[in-house]
């Protein structure tokens, strides 16, 4: 599976971007609003990788890799997760996540990434509503969700961080 954007290519996670995912998770301000708990070790990341591939094969659907077109540098990972545990009393729900390297942060990656993913979602998967979530402090996140169409529905607490829920439906998406 693969969707291209005009500057990146997303494609499956694979085990060879253990290098990357372990730039971007031993990383403490990616950890951030993360909940500060960034990863010490790359074999923490083999478990990781396993469970977003077995993703694939149990929901069709998964986290993906950002690799830029011109470097074919790991840059980070964006896309649909279906989530099977209850998060703020909702309980089999798509969500849209990203996560990139923080030397790409602030040139609308997760942005043209993240458009693509809820197109995927929303005319390939024939989804009905898409949900996210970010902590509240975390300015970066939450402008690009209400950029990207999303209603801030709530504020929860996660884990004893308030977090905003934001949901968008097939109806309120806008191809740009």
Not at 46 to 74: M, P
Not at 102 to 123: D, K, M, P, S
Request: aromatic share 14%; proline share 2%.
């Amino acid at each position: 599976m693969k969707i291209q954007t005009d500057r990146f290519i997303l494609r499956e996670i694979l085990p060879t971007d253990i290098n990357g995912m372990y730039e971007l998770d031993s990383n403490p301000e990616v950890h951030k609003y993360l909940g500060n708990q960034p990863i010490g070790h790359k074999e923490q990341l083999v478990d990781v990788i396993n469970f977003i591939r077995q993703q694939y094969l149990d929901h069709g659907i998964g986290r993906w890799a950002i690799i830029d077109k011109k470097t074919q540098d790991f840059v980070g990972w964006a896309g649909l997760k279906f989530v099977t545990n209850d998060t703020n009393n909702h309980i089999h729900y798509y969500d849209l996540g990203y996560r990139l390297i923080q030397q790409y942060w602030g040139n609308g990656i997760a942005t043209e990434v993240a458009q693509a993913c809820l197109q995927y979602g929303f005319e390939q998967l024939n989804l009905k509503e898409i949900y996210s979530m970010a902590d509240t402090d975390n300015e970066g996140s939450n402008h690009i969700l209400r950029k990207l169409g999303f209603r801030q529905i709530e504020s929860f607490d996660l884990e004893g961080i308030l977090h905003f829920w934001y949901k968008i439906e097939k109806s309120e998406f806008i191809m740009k």
